[in-house]
């Protein structure tokens, strides 16, 4: 027998299938008023069937026939689950490659920008030499001291073959040879400036391609995932009321118990973490780097341009425009579930205004890539430090290996970085802050946006075993 369309399965894809009842915290994942997008193109193949109202009815007959269905059902929360947690952890690692890309795009237009900026100079010195050879010239036509020929040769298009013309530097003194020399020294400066402001600029439009593939794999996977999260929800409503039938209990209490029992899994996997952490050595930065992301702002390069050549005195060094960083408006704090240590521990680093930055932006808006005043979770704890004059690596597993100092999670202090999602090389696609009692401050999802929670309950994404300390 089988259920309505409705009820019949329980939607799974590679990303996940979400029979829990949250994300992250208590039962539910998406505020009342989110309204997800789901990409057409995500087909999610059917698994096995929720049970109908008939084998529920079937199982009651007999205490054993009950026990299985139950068991049956279970399983299928479970299995929901554990899928739910490689959807959480598929869309926060595309979530981060995006601020990644991001972050080199930035980086490849400010040297694209740069190289053009010197490239413009160069080619204005150039004009401005061509324009003196041209009047000298003119002059040495008019004083006869050369023949016809050398004017029309300036005049054309390749000046720098007039200026192999052995006759007509042997006729111009010293000073009309260092006009020359500049003329000829400033034309190639320019064409070789040129040339890697083009490779530059070809550079920044590969990242800026790279960037938008990111964005748009990471708005698919979070849309994939919010649109089973929906359907799970409803689909764990109707297991949590079939549960309650077979035990002959309510949905409310069958459901806290589960909730329960998911928490207490939950927890008991951090304290694990917790205690493993205590008698192991520190660990130190991955000798690939890493994976390509400890510097500040770093990224695996994008077709990187080409070393422009050293230019010649006579065109004169440009320093680019230095931007101003952005001051995000302060948006009023709200109160947290719980209240951080009131005295944090001696640095530094003026960690109390580092993390009341942090708090102040509690219930703000996740934004992909965003600094301020939308934050993702390594631009929030980038724009928190900058805050107290302190420059940090701007992406999450720069950040955490950039701090000179790591310390087992066991003695996690208020203020310090926690990394998660480690993907077996060192690095991370999430990082909160710590503010003690097992709670942090961080920038989640677009869903939740900035908030505090337990780190236990970050449903995908497993802490690592070190914090970093500024």
């Known amino acids: 027998m089988r259920s309505s369309s409705a009820t019949k399965r329980v939607l799974t894809n590679t990303l996940a299938i979400s029979a829990a009842a949250a994300l992250a915290l208590g039962s539910a994942v998406l505020p009342a008023n989110a309204q997800p997008s789901v990409l057409p193109q995500a087909v999610l193949p059917s698994a096995p069937d929720i049970p109908s109202d008939q084998d529920i009815a079937n199982a009651k007959q007999s205490e054993s026939a009950t026990s299985n269905e139950v068991s049956k059902i279970e399983t299928i929360i479970e299995a929901a689950s554990q899928n739910l947690q490689s959807a959480v952890s598929t869309a926060t690692r595309a979530n981060d490659n995006y601020s990644d890309a991001l972050v080199a795009l930035q980086e490849y237009q400010a ?4 190289a053009q900026a010197k490239a413009e100079l160069a080619s204005k010195a150039s004009e401005k030499a061509r324009t003196q050879v041209g009047q000298l010239a003119g002059e040495i036509y008019k004083s006869g001291g050369v023949g016809t020929s050398l004017p029309s040769l300036l005049t ?15 006729a111009i003194g010293d000073n009309r040879a260092k006009i020359f020399d500049a003329a000829q020294s400033t034309a190639a400066t320019a064409s070789s400036l040129n040339d890697a402001a083009a490779a530059s600029k070809k550079a920044a439009d590969d990242a ?3 960037a938008a593939e990111a964005k748009t794999t990471a708005e698919s996977a979070y849309n994939a995932q919010n649109a089973i ?8 409503g109707v297991l949590v009321g079939q549960l309650a039938t077979l035990k002959n209990t309510t949905a409310a209490l069958e459901d806290q118990r589960l909730t329960g029992l998911e928490q207490q899994r939950r927890q008991a996997q951090y304290d694990a973490a917790v205690a493993a952490s205590k008698n192991q050595p520190v660990p130190q930065q991955p000798g690939n780097g ?5 510097g500040p702002g770093t990224t695996t390069p994008v077709n990187p341009p080409v070393n422009p050549p050293v230019v010649p005195p006579v065109v004169p060094p440009v320093t680019p425009p230095v931007t101003p960083p952005v001051v ?4 009023p704090p709200v109160t947290p579930p719980v209240t951080p240590p009131v005295t944090p521990p001696t640095s530094g680093v003026n960690i109390a205004g580092m993390v009341a930055f942090m708090m102040s932006k509690v219930g703000g808006a996740y934004v992909w890539g965003g600094t301020g005043p939308g934050y993702d979770c390594s631009g929030l704890i980038w ?18 290996w950039g701090a000179p100092t790591r310390v087992p999670l066991a003695q996690a202090q208020y203020g310090d970085i926690l990394a998660f999602n480690n993907d077996g090389a060192g690095n991370f696609s999430h990082v909160g802050v710590y503010i003690g009692n097992g709670m942090i401050v961080n920038a989640l999802n677009p869903s939740q946006g900035i908030m505090v929670n337990r780190i236990s309950d970050l449903i995908g994404l497993p802490v690592y075993g070190y914090a970093a300390r500024y």
């Open 328 to 331: 995000p408006p302060v948006v």
């Open 229 to 236: 999260l929906i359907q799970n929800q409803h689909e764990r």
């Open 383 to 400: 724009a928190a430090f900058r805050s107290v004059g302190v420059n940090i690596p701007r992406v999450s597993t720069a950040q955490f």
């Open 111 to 114: 040297k694209s920008d740069a």
């Open 208 to 210: 800026a391609k790279a």
């Open 290 to 294: 890493g994976g390509g992301n400890t």
């Open 156 to 170: 054309g298009s390749n000046t720098t073959d007039a200026l192999y013309q052995a006759t007509t530097l042997k």
